[in-house]
């Protein structure tokens, strides 16, 4: 792992890189959480849990902080982040991009997907609706939208992944899962499958 800066115009953002050791490099994949940063994700901190195991599969990983941590989050600047993000990760000569977002983030992936032809694939865990245009759902398609939500969130209902959902054309995905909240640690197994088995399919 290597702490690196990634630049942008609105400033710099904190970032860590797991750089794939496999000799077939498959792609890479950026991760963020919600409105309140970090870099180990839902489900008690899924996301270090992917960093270590995803660069023995061939697949990079950038875990991005956003640089404004305030509720509710700010569309513009955590899209401008993460689009910063995919723009370093090309720099290092990564072609294919993955995005996994929770919450807040959740609507950062796909409004950056929306912007980025380098995006291969997006994933939206728990997601927010606000700051999400159905306009740029659609055109995702026909690019892989993996949406996954607890039945059991009282804080953003899994209605709001059936609504993005019910806006995406080829290629989208929806995985209710029964028991869980927000943070999705209740089926942290299942998530752990889901998101390993569609990064298999998706950097092939």
Known sequence: MTEVIVPSALGP????WHSPVSAAVRGAVICVGGFDGGFDGPAEGIYADLADALPEAGIGMLRLDFRVKTS????????ADLLAGVGWLAGQGVTRVALIGHSYGGAIVIRAAARSERVV????LSTQTMGIEPEEVRSLAPRSLLLIHGAADWR???????WVYSLAGEGRELHILEDATHSLRQRRDDLWTLLIDWLDRVLP
């Open 13 to 16: 953002i904190d970032a860590r």
């Open 121 to 124: 694939a997006t994933c939206a």
């Open 156 to 162: 953003l209902p899994p209605r709001l992944s059936e």
């Open 72 to 79: 509710p989050g700010p569309i513009d600047d955590g899209t």
